[in-house]
Each structure stands twice: as C-alpha cells, then as structure tokens.
C-alpha cells in the first residue's frame, strides 16, 4: 500500500506541476517519501530499557473500553518497575483486565502483572496488533493479575475524559441503546456500543464513514460555528474565522485524535487562517500540509487503514468539487444540484474502493446513493444531537423532546440502509487485491479523469485495462498454482485449499471448546481468511471427525459462506454434543452431508479418501478412530491430512497396502506422543510436516519423542504455534514452495532490504 500510494501520488503532483505549474505541489511528495523512510526506525522495537517479566505499576487511566469478549481494555500512562527494581517512565501500557471490577478514564489505579509481547497477524491478512499498537504509540501489553484504584485525577485530561463519560450518560438516557451508541460514535469517536448489526449495515452500504468523526463531522462544526458567529453575533468573517479554529481545535480536543480528525481540523484551520490574512486556500494545498502534520507526529500511520481512506476520499472529493466547478461555468439546470452531490459521491467512492478492499475484502455498490441521503442529512442529524446533549445536560425532558428528531433521522439512514442492500450486487466480496492491481486501477482512473475526453485516448485507456485484467487473473492465465494454507487457530485444525480457477476447500475449521458459536475462530479467523480470499463459495468441506477443534470453526463458517458440500467419515461416532450440533447447524444452513470412506475419491480424482474402512469398530469407543486420511494431490505433488489417527490406527491402515505417501504431511492429532509411529512417518517419507497446535497447550503437543520421529524422517518441520500460518504454493511442475507467516515480512521492510540490497 506504501508504494502504491507513493507511486499513485506522484502521478498526481507530476499532474499539478506540469499543468499549474506550480512547486508547491511538491509538498504532496513529501509527506509520502517522509512516511515512507521513517516508518522502519518507528517501528523499532522501543525495548530499549524495557522492563520484561513480572512487573507493578502506578498511573493514570487514559482510555477505557470493551473487547469482543466483553472484558476491558485500558490505556494506563504510568511508571513501571520489576523485581529487581529497574524503573522506567512515562510508559503507554496496553492493559486488558478480566476482574470484575471496572475502571474510568481520570482514576488513578496501582496494578502488577508480566508485560507481554505485542501480537504479530499469524494468517495473510489477519489483524496486526504490532502495527496497530505501536502506530498509537503504545510501549508495552500486560494482562493485569491486580488492579487497585487510588483516586482521581485532576489532569487536563482526565477532566476532559469524565466529560466525555458525561455526555455518553446523557445520550443513554434520551436514546434507545442503538441510536445512543451511533451519537456517541458520531459526536465523541467512542464506537465501543455501536451494536455489531448496526456497524454490519452500515458497513454493507459504504455510509460506515458518518459513525467516524471526519471531515463531514468537523465540516458541519465549523460550519454551525461560523453561522452562529456571524448570523446571530454580527462578528466579522475574521473573528468567525477565529473562533472557529478554536472550537474546530477544542472539539479535536475533545474527542481524542485519529487520523481523519486530525486532517479534517488541519485542513479547516489552514481555510480559516486564509481568512484571517485574506488569502484563499488550495485543497491539495491543504491535504499535503495536513497528511504532513500526521505522519511528522507518527508516520507508521501511512500504513493506517483510517489514514489512507481518509486522504484517498478526500481527493475523490476534491477532484469531484473541481469537475462541479467545470459544470456550474456553464447554465445550471433545476436538478444540476442533484447531479453535483452525484458526481463528488462517485469521485469519493472510486478513490476509496481499491482502499476499502485492501484493508475489508469487499466494497459497497450502493455507496453512491446511499451518500446522497446519509450525507445532506447528516448536518441535520449532528445538529440536532449536539442540541439534544447540550439540552440534556441541564434538563434532561428538554433533552428528550430534542432528542426526537435525532431518532427520526437515524430511523430514516437505517431504512436507506436496508432497502439499499436488498439491490442485487450491493455488495461485492473483491478479496484483497495485490498492489499492481490497486497500482493499475488508480492508473486508469487518473488517466480517464484526465484524458478521457481526449481524442484517441481511449487507446492507452485500454491497454492500461487489459493490464490490470491479466494482473487480477495473472495466476488463472499464466501461472496456475495451487495453494494450501495451514491456519494458526490455537489448538485445532483448519487448512485452505485454494486453486487457480476460482475454487475453495476447507478441511477442519479448529475451534475453542467452551467458547461460544459466533464468538469462536470459524468467525476470528477462518471466515476472515477466506473473505481475504474473496471465496463467495466453498466447492466443498472435510470435516475429519466432529470433536470441537476440529468443528465449530468450520460450521461458523457454514452459516456465512455457501457450501456445496460437507463430507464426514462414514464412522459409527458417538451421540455426543457436538455431533447432534452438527446435525443440526447442518441442517439449518441447508448444506447437503455426505459421509465417505476409504477408496472414495471426487470426480477429478484430486481428492482421495483413504481412512475410515467401511464396517470396522473399535472396543475403545475413542471417536479419534473415525478420524478422516484425505490426500490432496496438485501437479504432482501430494498433500496427506490426517486428523487425529492414533498409531493403531496408522498401523491398520498400513495393513490395508493404501498408497500413504505423499510430499506434504499434517501431522495426526497435533503431534501427540501416540500418534505419527515411527513405521508410518517412514511409508509417508514427507518432504515436510506441519504440526498444527496452540501455543503452551496443556497437553504438551507436539511431544518430544513425536518430534524426535519426525526429524529422523522428514525434511523439514513446521509448527502453527511457533511459526503462525503455514502457506504452501503448489506448481504445475510439481515443485513447492513453503512460506510462514513468521517469515513474512510487512511490504514496507521487505521493500526496504531489497532497496538495500541494490
């Protein structure tokens, strides 16, 4: 994305040099190369004194809310010290607590606990907690053993954050809880009680951007402060310009800075400083000097999701307003004005699509239109819900009679909402796309923007197409490699096979026992991983045996994503729970069961299913019998699932003479000490072996003897807990290739070695 927008950027400025001739543009460059060579040393590992272990602390609560698990998250601006008594300062510390006890921003709180590494994404795609922490520029993590409460603080602060509390109490009391937690998202940035149906909607029809202060929310500010100083107070434009930049700064105060709040008050300040000294303003001007100001304090956020949609949508914007400004030269019709709110919609929505895709794997078709509701009301709304706060802070029924109005309006975007997204393709699932292809499509927008009009343009506008065409199916049309992607989810297994043409296959969805259905890694991991993918569909599912590591990720999965078909062992398993779970689940999403055994094979005879035998019992009752041996073969190379077999059970279905060899091995039952049996390991005689268990499991998987076996027979061995994801590329020419999710190295490191390297 780094080097997408670089390159994107610089297309532009060499667009408004050459044209406006004019330097000044050049600060667009800057504020890109400057992210771009600063972004490594800020992500440095900030360890330098850090304490580690077990450590206790004194300090402030700066930020308070809740994860998914519906524990709480803390900011705490404090000092630490181990037991050896080495102190440091002034540390940010990420805390989440799991007492019962809650805490508030402005309570000053005493805590111990061991500080904890920042998470890595352990699969393509998945969130990065290192990234995002540090780019907030947090210096440690901790899971609080202890929290003791010691007062209050009397800080700046903290007196602005018991507002913010203040203000949140008033919203519960004149709103239902949905519209409550949208004004809260709305007019304090808090998203923590948006309810998740509600951010779903939002989200599937592009107007997810009005629950985020941006530069609507600062636009609307500024422009209910001007009015109100020069309408009603008679001020001139200066002193409304003045009092303006205070309240546009107070408010950014307020709420806390995120990017899109920093560069919506940074741009309406430089607008109203012209005014001041009676100078106009240029927006690129202004999107430069903002995007500056941002990636000076942290450039890491270059690489901010937030960061790169606010300023892509920006430009759309202003590209929009500029091509407006052509039209309303000419006559202006009745509806023109209809037109205009359509036309800067559009702009906005084609910058930020390739963004939103990256960063969500899908976009919004319906965006357009939905904006040209959601966005002339939503001064109306904010309006009114400042009047209602305000109101209500002083008589709460005055609060409520206001506060009617506000539902009103919200009731009107949920209903644009949903009948929006009822539109067939409203919402597209794109998957994330490499960065040629977002390279290729900011190309091809630039150019027609700028030269369709042109005689024979339509040339290079077509060659530029056909590129990205063969870059979006480059592996489809040329290449034609498989993949197979071992997940990390804990201790469990899941694997993704993906294939050239377009189709998925899951075997096994992992699954945290007790944890539950919709909260489990079916939906954290798994279904996220596929959407990266753009799976819309799976061809079909392999289900080993129905034990809940194995199962309740792959039927949360289920109810989200089509499925052609789920595949059991043909196995007489046990009535448990999780067995008439999922019967039932099964049966609700309407996915078609098929039971297979040994010999059974699909139709292209890629998969083959060498375990269960048909009509064999086992006296011990142990399900684990039953599991599946599925092999997976591409090009030539062959890929051997096992489950959880036991070493009987390998011993038995080497008596049957199956072909158990193969070049890729997921090694049974998470590389238990009774599993992979030194005779097995030596029929399969695997190229490499991926163990697939959870960091610090309690049933010490993998054990040291199985490892011992494994190197004496295997080329190399992988692991999920240590290694995260393991990704497997397979050829044509029945070669392999595999890469780790350890190995990985984020786009902006790797482009920096390579730079380094020449």
Not at 45 to 63: F, Q, S, Y
Not at 538 to 566: A, K, N, Q, R, Y
């Amino acid at each position: 994305m780094c080097l997408v927008s670089f390159i994107f950027i610089s297309v532009i400025i060499s667009r408004f040099v050459i044209k406006e001739k004019s330097a000044r543009y050049l600060l667009l460059l800057l504020f890109t190369v400057f992210g771009f060579l600063s972004a490594d040393y800020h992500l440095q590992p900030t360890d330098d004194g850090m304490l580690i272990g077990v450590v206790k602390g004194e300090g402030v609560i700066r930020e308070a809310g809740l994860t998914a698990s519906g524990n709480q998250k803390l900011t705490i601006l404090c000092d630490l010290e181990d037991t050896d008594g080495t102190a440091l300062q002034d540390v940010k510390l990420y805390a989440i607590w799991s007492g019962a006890d809650r805490y508030s921003v402005g309570e000053r709180v005493g805590f111990s606990g061991e500080l904890v590494p920042f998470y890595a994404p352990s699969y393509p795609g998945g969130y990065d907690e290192e990234l995002f922490l540090t780019t907030k520029g947090y210096d440690c993590k901790m899971y609080p053993e202890t929290i003791e409460y010691l007062g209050k603080d009397t800080f700046l602060f903290s007196v602005l954050a018991r507002g913010r509390a203040r203000l949140h109490s008033v919203l519960d009391s004149i709103l239902p809880a949905e519209e409550s937690g949208i004004m809260k998202a709305m007019l304090t940035g808090e998203k923590d009680d948006i309810p998740d149906d509600g951010y779903k909607l939002y989200t599937k029809a592009g107007v997810v951007h009005v629950l985020c202060i941006s530069g609507l929310h600062m636009s609307i500010l500024a422009m209910y402060v001007a009015v109100f100083v020069e309408k009603i107070l008679g001020q001139s434009r200066r002193t409304s310009a003045l009092v303006t930049m205070v309240a546009v700064l107070g408010f950014l105060l307020f709420i806390g800075p995120s990017p899109s709040a920093v560069r919506a008050a940074t741009m309406i300040c430089i607008v109203m400083l012209g005014r001041v000294f009676f100078r106009l303003s240029d927006r690129l001007n202004n999107i430069a000097a903002a995007a500056l100001l941002i990636l000076t304090i942290q450039p890491l956020y270059l690489f901010h999701a937030g960061f790169q949609l606010s300023f892509m949508t920006v430009i759309g914007i202003c590209i929009g307003i500029s091509k407006m400004e052509e039209k309303q030269k000419k006559h202006r019709g009745k509806l023109d004005w209809l037109k205009e709110s359509f036309l800067v919609s559009l702009y906005a929505s084609l910058f930020s699509y390739p963004i939103v895709a990256y960063h969500f794997y899908s976009v919004s078709t319906v965006s357009i239109l939905a904006n040209l509701v959601i966005v002339p009301l939503s001064g109306l709304l904010l309006g009114f819900g400042i009047l209602s706060a305000i109101l209500g802070l002083f008589w709460l029924p005055a609060g409520v009679f206001a506060a009617g109005s506000v539902y009103a309006i919200l009731r009107i975007f949920k209903i644009t909402c949903t009948l929006l997204i009822q539109l067939p393709f409203s919402y597209a699932l794109t998957g994330r796309p490499s960065g040629a292809v977002i390279l290729l499509y900011y190309l091809i927008l630039f150019w027609f923007i700028e030269f369709g009009k042109r005689k024979g343009s339509w040339k290079v506008g077509a060659a530029l197409s056909a590129a990205m065409f063969c870059a979006v199916f480059e592996n489809a049309l040329f290449r034609k490699e498989n993949s197979v992607t071992f997940l990390d989810v804990g201790q469990g297994d899941a694997a993704v096979i993906s294939t050239y043409d377009g189709k998925m296959y899951l075997i096994d969805g992992g699954g945290v026992y007790g944890r539950e259905f919709g909260e489990n890694v079916g939906k954290k991991i798994v279904l996220p991983y596929l959407e990266s993918l753009g799976a819309s569909k799976l061809e079909g599912v392999f289900l080993s045996h129905p034990d809940s590591d194995h199962m309740t990720g792959l039927l949360e999965v289920l109810e989200t994503i089509p499925t052609d078909g789920l595949y059991l062992s043909d196995f007489s398993f046990e009535e448990t729970e999780e067995l008439l779970l999922l019967k039932e689940k099964v049966e609700n999403f309407h996915v078609p069961l098929y039971t297979i055994k040994m010999s059974d094979m699909s139709e292209e005879k890629d998969f083959v299913c060498l375990y269960p035998i048909e009509d064999v019992a086992f006296r011990d009752g142990d399900d684990n019998h039953g599991s599946m041996v599925l092999k997976y073969t591409y090009g030539g190379t062959e890929v051997l699932f096992t489950g959880d077999i036991s070493a009987e059970d390998e011993r038995f279905l080497l008596e049957q003479g199956e072909d158990v060899s193969a070049d890729i091995l997921k090694v049974s039952h998470h590389g238990s000490k009774y599993s992979s049996d030194a005779a097995f390991l030596q029929a399969v005689s695997p190229k490499a072996a991926v163990i697939s268990c959870g960091a610090k499991n309690l049933y010490g998987h993998p054990h040291a003897d199985t490892l011992k076996r494994l190197e004496e027979t295997t080329g190399e061995i992988y692991r999920t807990d240590t290694d995260g994801a393991v990704l497997v590329t397979l050829k044509q020419d029945g070669t392999f290739e595999i890469e780790t999710m350890t190995e990985r190295k984020p786009l902006y490191e790797d482009l920096k070695e390579k730079l380094e390297k020449q």
